[in-house]
């Protein structure tokens, strides 16, 4: 971030303009409107801003900017068609430590306008940190089209609730719930129409049954987030996100996710590093318990879909033997995520009538796989959790009879823009994974489908790894970045 946001109280604090033109008197509007109390210097002035300083609501200094015009000042905005007056206005205010935007002139700036929508007491400041102020424009275009007009009417309703509420409903998460009972029903709905008194109304029911709000169980969404893309998020997936009050997640899930949620949620990572025994699975099951029990909402994030390798199941269990509520919200598993973003159709018709999920992550699970029916001929496997197991993998299966030129992709952090498809056939596996220096988190696919997709070949030579592996296969590659999702 290049720039602190912030909205800043100027109410009855002395502000400057530098500058006299139109340009000038519209920075004065504005902090007019905040009701800052504004002195222009400049020789002549404009008719906006004469007719302004006759009417008493700003003061005018008829004479060239001189430094000891900041005195007193809070904030100061250079508006002259001189740069060099522009400038020694900034370099004055930062001396000062006082903060000046010198308009149209980025370098002689500690401070930023943004572009804004008022709908007053609902302010909404768009900006792209000076770099591209028409797109900031557009941006507000959209929102100013797409935001009610009467959402000042809420808020202002909002306001003049708030103590209430507060008396009403002093724990945090019940008052949240309060609100957001106000905000989606329908009190909102009569205030954005103009009818403040139904929507008092609708309030003052709500506030009536303040006590369901307080005792209204917690619960946990046990919710899918995708294989790191943070557009594969389903909605619901958004909408547990932003409701939550605590936010569980995996080491698996990315930050642009995280971003996603209610910002004053708290955030419990209990990331599990393969090879390493913190927060194990009991311990979690014992956190959500005690979450939910007190009442929160909790989103159990978890990567791709919580029911598919994520034990998922075991924390429903341990809810339900708690008497707790859950409720699950799937998401796109690694194996859907990863074959989309390498554009590998994994039941493509010519090449697979199966499509089996499973994981290889110790040594037990390998042991206990029936190797005879996973190296059957038309079926897909989709291998997680599997890179320590490759070895083993690539032996059974060809043991077992599937041919050593089947094709196969790994794909490494699916969908992500780190992702890499490393593409060769059966028999490579090992070497294919020792010679891009594969990690975790992978994905696996096994059978005909993997040699299909969109591949931007980026050969790599495995005769310089081993001259046998090479000919176990005709051709392998190694595709960098997202495809099919459109990087
Ligand atoms: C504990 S499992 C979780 C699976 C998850 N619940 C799902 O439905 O995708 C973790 C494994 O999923 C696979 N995986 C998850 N995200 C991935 C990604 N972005 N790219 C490749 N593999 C991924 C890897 O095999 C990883 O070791």
């Known amino acids: 971030m290049e720039y602190f946001p912030a909205f800043l109280d100027l109410d009855g604090k002395p502000c400057l303009v530098v500058g006299g033109g139109e340009i000038a008197a519209r920075k004065v509007r504005l902090l007019l409107a905040a009701r800052a109390d504004v002195t222009v210097v400049a020789p002549a002035v404009g008719d906006s801003i004469a007719a302004l300083a006759a009417a008493g609501s700003l003061r005018h200094v008829g004479r060239p900017y001189v430094p000891e015009d900041l005195d007193g000042v809070w904030l100061v905005i250079s508006a002259t068609a001189d740069a060099d007056v ?94 957001e009972s106000v905000i989606d029903g329908p009190a909102s709905s009569a205030a954005l129409s103009g009818d403040v008194k139904r929507a008092e109304a609708e309030i ?82 014992e956190l959500l318990v005690k979450l939910v029990g007190s009442g929160k909402r909790v989103c159990r994030l978890k990567g791709g879909d919580p029911f598919i390798f994520g034990r998922g199941g075991e924390e429903a269990e341990a809810l339900t033997a708690a008497g707790l509520s859950w409720q699950v919200i799937p998401g796109i598993t690694a194996a859907a995520g990863c074959a989309a973003a390498a554009g590998i159709p994994l039941t493509h018709r010519d090449a697979a009538q199966s499509l089996v999920l499973l994981t290889a992550h110790g040594k037990d699970s390998v042991d206990t796989l029936d190797w005879p ?35 196969i992709a790994i794909v490494e952090r699916g969908t992500t823009p780190e992702q890499r498809v490393i593409r060769g056939t059966l028999g490579q596996l090992n070497l294919l994974a020792k010679a891009h220096r594969v990690e975790a988190p992978a994905l696996l696919l096994i059978g005909a489908v993997a040699s299909r997709g969109v591949a931007d070949e980026l050969s790599i030579d495995l005769s310089q790894h081993s001259p046998s592996a090479a000919s176990a296969g005709d051709h392998t590659y190694v595709q960098a970045g997202r495809a099919g999702l459109g990087s």
């Open 86 to 179: 522009d400038a020694g206005v900034y370099a004055d205010a930062s001396a000062r430590r006082i903060f000046c935007n010198a308009v149209d002139r980025q370098e002689n700036c500690s401070y930023i306008t943004p572009a804004i929508v008022d709908r007053s007491p609902v302010l909404v400041a768009v900006s792209s940190g000076g770099s591209a102020p028409v797109l900031a424009r557009r941006i507000r275009e959209r929102l100013e089209a797409s935001l009610p007009a009467r959402l000042g009417t809420l808020a202002g309703l909002a306001r003049r609730y708030r103590q209430r509420v507060i008396a009403a409903l002093p724990a945090l998460s019940p008052r949240i719930r309060f609100w």
């Open 373 to 407: 029916s996973l190296a059957r001929d038309r079926q897909t496997l989709a291998v997680y959790m599997g890179v320590r197991r490759f070895p083993d993998l690539m032996t059974r299966l060809i043991e077992h009879g599937r041919p050593a030129d089947t094709p």
């Open 204 to 285: 003052e029911s709500l506030l009536d049954d303040a006590a369901e709000f307080a005792a209204r169980p917690g619960i946990a969404w046990l919710t899918g987030a995708g294989p790191g893309d943070p557009e594969l998020l389903t909605l619901k997936a958004l909408h547990a996100l932003q409701s939550a009050d605590v936010i569980v997640h995996d080491r698996l899930v990315g930050d642009e996710v995280l971003a996603l949620a209610r910002r004053d949620a708290e955030r419990i990572s209990v990331g599990k590093t393969p090879g390493c025994r913190a927060n194990s699975q009991e311990s979690i099951n």
